[in-house]
């Protein structure tokens, strides 16, 4: 954070730290818009982190040495440089949301706003969406993930350091213990829980705190000779860039590949201004510009790369990518020149500091009230040339009734439905995905072949493991005792049960590629999903119940995605989609060949389950919804959607996957 240079408290300024600034934002930015050019791009937030706990810090040395540092002073200054750049995107996301995005959607861009304008984007992100995720770029506030951290962190160290300022060994010594736990966290994280490492501020304090060790140290690495420095300067260059490069590899992250950018952004603020690194290159007036400009840059261009995406309904082509960024980069200067120094450095501390306050408060408010909508106030209109309404699954209901033979207390455990025709024969026994594949199976089904459905949503049907979470004993996620619960019920009743004589194991393979863990043991069992399956299976064959496996379907874009927005259903409007689909392929259809890319680690799994238990019936629906002779996955069939809810099967589908598979079931003698 650059600082106003007449005040007598704050640091000279150095230009040279604009460059790193401007490093850091453009490798950020050509990651998110040509990944394959900077693999590794993603680290400039990581030396971000570091030059701000650097800033921080000395500012608040060299304020506390002169008697002039407070604890509300420092906090006003954040609210001048975060706040006004920060209310400018979210407002303009929020006008831009309500035209491009339907219902849910804009409810779910509310509910970022919130946490966004709240600086806990990264905790509810937690939990949601992995950075990395293809579903990534439909989040316009993803980004907001590392404000959170930054700002969390900057409610405690002005604390701390108010008040062991005057002992600079304790005050090394603490920076030291607390960047050594974090980077600790991290590393024991980010293999089985990578979500956790990312976005936890426990697993990233380390950084920052690299850049306070250096602010309380800073003197020391200057009684180096001015040769030595410059060796250091290049050096830490040089970790940059391969890290961004991808040299040191891209995951799991951040992990022990983070501490590459970290030492290379410490050792180019240590080296100084003027090592040769710094000084001919870094303070070069192109970089230092993008470094003035690297806030707002930071976050205007993601959410116009996520808002095009969304309306082309593809990734843009390399041109458009071209023009999404320049667009971004005057967005970011217009926002710096005309918006955040206006502000910042204006005297009155209402419009600086009160008015801020408020406009945030209040778009938080009006994230929260949006978020509480049942309305169609918002969103846009369909595309006529496919059947919104053909996007969805639960046509059946008339057949079926509530209940699944379990007490009614068990029963809450359970998404329970069966067929009310006659007594159940079959079970559908899984996650959501199980309830999608259902109602085809009730539709289709014949006398003596009805089905019930036994469905808890991110549920496999398993047995003696659970998902794995990390920080059990701080209590920030807990054991998966919901899931553990209801398959226990499940399994038990199914069994017991002598008028089931087979059994269809349905689970999302993104569920079935997470971490598990035995029952009783904390630790991630290597073959936890495997070992899950295999138990189940065994208990249900040991009870005389066939077992069928139904592989997942392709998985492709949100049927939602493919669909005209209300922007794009006017004259304008589809001009603009258009020209946003220039050069770029089509989104709403997965080539096969992705599709077992996409699905290499859940098909291992698969492939294993089918060597320990040949006499099951792997059932395998792809080629079902997706066309051999061009070997491609459609998202929609003859104007009929075939996916509903994200990656589920739409009526159409379950319906033609039942026809399919109930054959061979049905044909299997009653259970004994």
């Known amino acids: 954070m650059s600082t106003n240079g007449t005040q007598k408290h704050a640091m000279s300024y150095r230009p040279d730290i604009d460059g790193i600034r401007a490093i850091a934002v453009l490798s950020v930015v050509v990651f998110h818009t040509f990944p394959s050019l900077l693999p590794g791009g993603f680290v400039g937030v990581d030396i971000f982190f570091v030059i701000s706990g650097f800033l921080i810090t000395k500012i608040m040395l060299i304020e506390i040495e002169n008697g002039t540092h407070s604890i509300s002073g420092f906090y006003a200054r954040r609210i001048r440089r975060i706040f006004p750049a920060l209310i400018t995107v979210l407002i303009l996301v929020l006008i831009a949301g309500w035209l491009v995005l339907f219902d849910d959607e804009y409810r779910r861009l509310a509910k970022d706003t919130v946490a966004g304008a709240a600086f806990v984007a990264n905790l509810m992100f937690w939990n949601e969406t992995g950075y990395f995720s293809p579903a990534a770029i439909t989040k316009p506030l993803l980004h907001l993930w590392s404000l959170g951290v930054e700002e969390q962190f900057y409610i405690v160290w002005p604390l701390v350091l108010a008040c062991i300022h005057s002992k600079q060994k304790t005050l090394s010594r603490v920076a030291i213990l607390v960047a050594a736990s974090s980077f600790f966290v991290n590393v024991l994280t980010a293999q089985d829980f990578p979500n956790a490492a990312f976005y936890s501020p426990l697993s990233r304090f380390w950084e920052l705190m690299s850049g306070c060790f250096l602010a309380t140290s800073f003197r020391k690495f200057q009684v180096a000779a001015q040769p030595v420095r410059s060796i250091i300067s290049v050096t830490g260059a040089a970790l940059i860039l391969a890290a961004a490069l991808g040299a040191f590899g891209t995951y799991p992250f951040p992990g022990i590949i983070a501490a590459a950018p970290v030492i290379g952004a410490f050792m180019l603020l240590g080296a100084g201004q003027d090592s040769i690194f710094n000084r001919t290159i870094l303070s070069n007036p192109i970089l230092v510009w993008f470094g003035k400009i690297s806030y707002p840059l930071y976050l205007w261009h993601w959410p116009i790369l996520s808002f095009a995406t969304i309306l082309a309904a593809r990734t843009p082509s390399v041109g458009i990518r071209v023009v999404l960024v320049l667009t971004s980069i005057a967005a970011a200067w217009f926002t710096y020149a005309r918006?955040?120094?206006?502000?910042?450095?204006?005297?009155?501390?209402?419009?600086?500091?009160?008015?801020?306050?408020?406009?945030?408060?209040?778009?938080?408010?009006?994230?929260?009230?949006?978020?509480?909508?049942?309305?169609?106030?918002?969103?846009?209109?369909?595309?006529?040339?496919?059947?919104?309404?053909?996007?969805?699954?639960?046509?059946?209901?008339?057949?079926?009734?509530?209940?699944?033979?379990?007490?009614?207390?068990?029963?809450?455990?359970?998404?329970?439905?069966?067929?009310?025709?006659?007594?159940?024969?079959?079970?559908?026994?899984?996650?959501?995905?199980?309830?999608?594949?259902?109602?085809?199976?009730?539709?289709?089904?014949?006398?003596?072949?009805?089905?019930?459905?036994?469905?808890?949503?991110?549920?496999?049907?398993?047995?003696?493991?659970?998902?794995?979470?990390?920080?059990?004993?701080?209590?920030?996620?807990?054991?998966?005792?919901?899931?553990?619960?209801?398959?226990?019920?499940?399994?038990?009743?199914?069994?017991?049960?002598?008028?089931?004589?087979?059994?269809?194991?349905?689970?999302?393979?993104?569920?079935?590629?997470?971490?598990?863990?035995?029952?009783?043991?904390?630790?991630?069992?290597?073959?936890?999903?495997?070992?899950?399956?295999?138990?189940?299976?065994?208990?249900?064959?040991?009870?005389?119940?066939?077992?069928?496996?139904?592989?997942?379907?392709?998985?492709?874009?949100?049927?939602?995605?493919?669909?005209?927005r209300r922007f794009a259903f006017t004259s304008k409007g589809n001009a603009v989609a258009s020209f946003l689909r220039w050069g770029a392929s089509d989104a709403c259809t997965l080539s096969y060949e992705d599709h077992l890319k996409h699905t290499k680690k859940y098909r291992k799994i698969v492939d294993r389950l089918r060597l320990l238990h040949p006499e099951v019936l792997f059932f395998d629906p792809t080629w079902i919804l997706c066309d051999k002779a061009t070997a491609t996955c459609p998202v929609q069939r003859n104007g009929q959607f075939l996916y509903s809810y994200g990656d589920h099967v739409s009526d159409l589908s379950n319906g033609l996957i039942a026809k399919a598979l109930l054959p061979s079931i049905e044909g299997v003698p009653a259970a004994h």
């Open 339 to 564: 918006i955040e120094r206006k502000i910042r450095f204006g005297r009155s501390r209402i419009v600086s500091i009160a008015a801020p306050c408020a406009v945030l408060i209040a778009i938080a408010g009006f994230g929260s009230v949006v978020q509480g909508m049942d309305t169609h106030v918002f969103g846009g209109s369909f595309s006529a040339t496919v059947n919104p309404a053909s996007a969805k699954y639960g046509a059946g209901h008339d057949l079926a009734k509530q209940g699944c033979g379990v007490s009614e207390p068990d029963a809450k455990l359970f998404g329970c439905a069966e067929d009310s025709r006659e007594m159940p024969t079959l079970v559908m026994w899984g996650d959501s995905k199980a309830e999608a594949l259902f109602w085809g199976a009730v539709r289709e089904s014949k006398s003596g072949n009805r089905w019930r459905l036994m469905s808890h949503n991110s549920c496999a049907p398993m047995s003696g493991v659970s998902q794995s979470k990390p920080f059990r004993w701080l209590k920030v996620q807990f054991a998966d005792d919901e899931c553990l619960e209801s398959n226990n019920v499940a399994l038990r009743t199914i069994a017991a049960d002598k008028s089931i004589k087979a059994v269809a194991l349905v689970a999302a393979a993104r569920i079935l590629t997470l971490p598990y863990s035995k029952v009783g043991d904390d630790h991630q069992a290597p073959d936890g999903a495997v070992n899950g399956l295999d138990a189940a299976i065994n208990a249900l064959e040991h009870a005389g119940k066939k077992v069928v496996f139904v592989i997942d379907n392709p998985t492709l874009p949100d049927p939602v995605q493919c669909m005209d």
